[in-house]
C-alpha cells in the first residue's frame, strides 16, 4: 500500500510517498514561500516521478497540528478532500510529533518547538523507547520560561527540535545548562517520508470531521470568552 | 451537443458553498452552509474563525452538491471556484479543495471572479442579452459593470470608499441591531419616513463612481447629536432616510449608464440585491425606460453561492480560461483582469 503524507505546518513543506516499510520519495522546502501554489504541484511531481498513478495511494497522513493556521489549513484541506473523494482513509499525526522524530538516536527527552510569539512556545514531549517514539507530555501552547523550569525537574538531557528552538536558546540554556541540546538544521527540517510511516498503523478517520488541531482559540473566541466569564 | 455539467466552489466569505449547473443555465444541485449564527456574536465575520469553518464544511458540502445531482466526479466538465476577490484564508479553503478534486479526478480546473459570479447568478433566471449593465451591491463591493459579451468586463464605476452593504452594516451597529443588519435596516426603512435630509454623493458629473463614507459619518453624527441634546430619533425614520439616499444614488446612475451605454439589459447583483427599497425604486424606475430589461436574481442567488461561480464557470469554460494547480487565493483580484477583451 502507498501511502501519501502531507506537511504544512511549518515553513518546511514536506511531501513524502511510502510504499509498505520503505520511504520512495521524498520533497522538502525550508523557505518562506507560499504553500498554496506549491502543494499540489509538488504532489503531482513527485507521484509522476516515483511512477504512481494517484489511483494507487491507499492512505493520507497530514501532519495536523499545532503549526501555522493558514498552512495547517492548506495540507489539512488537501488531504481530506484527497482521501473523501479518492475514498482512502486520512490519519492525522501531531506536526510536533514529527518534528520529534528527529531524535530517534538521542538518549533522553525530545522537545520539539515552534515559536508562537511573545515567549510562548508550541511544544510537548516526546522519547524514544525501543524504536518507538512515545509522548511523555502532551502537546501544548506554554510559556517557554515555564516549559524550561518544567524540564528542569526532569534532570535529564533534552534535545530540542525545530528552526525555531533556536529564537528560545538562551532561555533553555540558562535554565537547563548542559541538558539543554540542540539539533543541526540538517535534522530541523521535518522528514515527511518519516511522517508516512508515524501514519502507517494508525487507524483511518473520517474524512469530514478531520481538521487541524490548532492548539488555540482564535483571539476573537478567546476574548469574547474573558468578557463572558466576567459577567 | 454532449451536456456541460459545472461544480462550482464558494468560500470567499461566510459562507461554504458547492453547486452543480447543467449546460450554465440549469441548477442542479445548490447547497450553501451559512456561518452567520458563528459570527453573530462577534458582531461581524471574524477571518480566522470563518477560515476554521470553511474547513469543517468544504467536503461536507461538497458531497451534499454531487449527491443532491447524482453525479459522479467522472460525470463534471470541470471545476470551478472562487479564486477571489475575498477573505484570503477563506478563499484558500474553496481553492485547495477544488484543486485536489480536479487533481484527483483529472478535471479542468476554472477560476472564477467573484463578482463574475454575482452577474452570472442571473443568467440563472434568464439568458443574457448584450450589451448588458450589471449593478453590483454587497457588503464588499458597488461597481457598475458593463459587459458588451460573455465574459466580458468593463468597470465603469466603482465606490471609492465604502461598499454600500459596509454602510448599511455601519448604521445598523448605531442602530443596535443584531448582525448581519442590512436586512433590518430595509424592514425598518419600509416601516418609516423619509424625514432626515442626508447627503447625496453625486461625485463629479458624468461619474458613475459611489460613495458612501460621508453618508455614513452624516448618520453617525446625526445620531450622536440627538443623544447629545437628549432628543429621541425614530430609528424607523433614520433607516428610511439613508436608505433613501443610498437607493437613489444608485438607481440614478444605473439609469444614466444604462441610457449612455444603451444597454438591452440591467442585472442587480450582490447582497444588497436582496433588499426591497433598492428592487423597488429599480423596478419604478427601469420601467420609464423601453427596450430594457431588469433582472432580479431570487434572494437566494443574490447572496454567496455557489450556483453562481459555477454559472460563471460554465462561461468561463467554453472560452478556455483553466487555472493549474498553482492556482493561489487572491484577495484583491482584479474583474477586469478576467476579461476575454
Ligand atoms: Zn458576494
Known sequence: MKILAIDTSTNVLGVGIVNHEKVIGEYITNIKRNHSTRVLPVIDFLLKDCGIDKSEIGKIVVANGPGSYTGLRIGVTIGKTLAWTLKVPIVGVSSLKLMAASGRYFPGLISPIMDARRGNVFTGLYKYEDQKLMLVEEDKHRSAEEWGYRLKEYNQPVLFVGDDSNIHKETFTNILLNNAQFAPSSLNTAKPGELGLLGKDLDGEEAHLFKPNYLRLTEAEAKWRDENREV | MNKQYILGIETSCDETAAAVIKNGTEIVSNVVASQI????????????????????????????????????????????????????????????????????????????????????????????????????????????????????????????????????????????????????????????????????????????????????????????????????????????????????????KTIRAAKEYGVKQILLAGGVAANNGLRTELQKAVENLEGIELVIPPLKLCTDNAAMIAAAGSVFYEKGIRADYTLNANPGLDLESFSIK
Open chain 2, 37 to 252: 449564527e458563528t459570527h453573530k456574536r462577534f458582531g461581524g465575520v471574524v477571518p480566522e474563525i470563518a477560515s476554521r469553518h470553511h474547513v469543517e464544511q468544504i467536503t461536507i458540502v461538497i458531497e451534499e452538491a454531487m449527491k443532491k445531482a447524482g453525479l459522479d466526479f467522472s460525470q463534471l466538465t470541470g471545476v470551478a471556484v472562487t479564486a477571489g476577490p475575498g477573505l484570503v484564508g477563506a478563499l484558500l479553503i474553496g481553492v485547495e479543495a477544488a484543486k485536489s478534486i480536479a487533481f484527483a479526478h483529472s478535471l479542468p480546473l476554472i477560476p472564477v471572479h467573484h463578482i463574475a459570479g454575482h452577474i452570472y447568478a442571473n443568467r440563472l433566471i434568464t439568458e443574457m442579452q448584450f450589451p448588458l449593465l450589471s449593478l453590483v451591491v454587497s457588503g464588499g463591493h458597488t461597481e457598475l459593470i458593463y459587459m458588451e459579451e460573455h465574459g466580458h468586463f468593463e468597470v465603469i464605476g466603482e465606490t471609492r470608499d465604502d461598499a454600500a452593504g459596509e454602510a448599511y452594516d455601519k448604521v445598523a451597529r448605531v442602530l443596535n441591531c443584531p448582525y448581519p443588519g442590512g436586512p433590518h435596516i430595509d424592514r425598518m426603512a419600509s416601516e418609516g419616513e423619509a424625514t432626515i435630509d442626508f447627503p447625496r454623493a453625486w461625485l463629479e458629473e458624468g461619474s458613475y463612481d459611489f460613495s458612501f463614507s460621508g453618508l455614513k459619518s452624516a448618520v453617525i453624527n446625526t445620531v450622536h447629536n440627538a443623544q447629545q441634546r437628549g432628543e429621541t430619533i425614530v430609528p424607523e425614520n433614520l433607516a428610511a432616510s439613508f436608505q433613501e439616499s443610498v437607493v437613489e444614488v444608485l438607481v440614478e
